[in-house]
C-alpha cells in the first residue's frame, strides 16, 4: 500500500467508468480521431499545416509524415473507419504535391475525450477533495496541457490560480 498526499487522475476518454463510483457522472463520451503515417515522401512540408477546408492536419518530420484529424462519435468502436481514413487521403490529395509517403507504416485512431459542454474538467472532486481530476480537453489536449498542469500545481500548492477556473470544476457533474 502506497500513501500520498494527492491522487490525480488525467485518465482521459476511460475517465466516465473511472469517476463514476467516486460519485461524478462525467457527461463525456469518445470522439475517435484518425491518423495515417508514412514514411517521408520526397517533397514534403517543411512546416506543419492545418488545410482547413478539407479539416486535414499535416505534420512532417526528419523520416516520417502523418496525415491527421477527422472525428466521428462511435463510442469506444476498435475498428478503423476505412471512410474516414480515405477522406483524410483526398483532403491532402488537394493540396499536396504528394498526400502520401512511400511506406504505409501506421493507420491508427484514438479517443478524444469530448465533454457535452465543450468545457474541459479541471480541480478537486467535490466528496474526495485530496482528487484532483484533470480531462475533457476535447480535440485540444495538447494545447490545454501547460495551463492545466498549472492550474493543478497552483491548487496542490495551495496558490492563487494562473486564471480564473471555476467554470472547470467537476462540481458541475456531482
Not at 463525456?28 to 514514411?39: A, D, E, L, N, R
Not at 520526397?42 to 509524415?65: I, K, N, Y
Not at 473507419?81 to 484514438?110: C, F, I, M, P, Q
Not at 457535452?116 to 467535490?126: E, S
Request: include cysteine.
Amino acid at each position: 500500500v502506497r500513501r500520498a498526499d494527492w491522487l490525480l487522475l488525467a485518465t482521459g476518454a476511460w475517465s466516465p467508468a473511472l469517476l463514476r463510483p467516486l460519485g461524478i457522472k462525467l457527461p463525456m463520451q469518445p470522439g475517435k480521431g484518425y491518423s495515417i503515417t508514412w514514411s517521408r515522401p520526397e517533397l514534403a512540408p517543411q512546416r506543419p499545416l492545418v488545410l482547413a477546408e478539407a479539416s486535414v492536419c499535416v505534420t512532417s518530420w526528419e523520416d516520417g509524415f502523418r496525415l491527421g484529424s477527422t472525428m466521428e462519435f462511435s463510442g469506444y468502436d476498435t475498428t478503423l473507419n476505412r471512410v474516414r481514413l480515405d477522406a483524410l487521403k483526398r483532403g491532402a490529395a488537394d493540396y499536396l504535391h504528394h498526400s502520401t509517403g512511400g511506406e504505409l507504416r501506421e493507420e491508427w485512431y484514438g479517443w478524444r475525450p469530448m465533454m457535452a459542454d465543450d468545457l474541459p474538467v479541471i480541480g478537486a472532486l467535490p466528496k474526495h477533495p485530496r482528487v484532483l481530476f484533470a480531462g475533457g480537453h476535447g480535440m485540444l489536449g495538447v494545447s490545454m496541457s501547460a495551463t492545466t498542469a498549472q492550474l493543478v500545481a497552483d491548487h496542490i500548492a495551495a496558490r492563487e490560480p494562473c486564471m480564473e477556473a471555476s467554470a472547470f470544476s467537476p462540481a458541475r457533474f456531482a
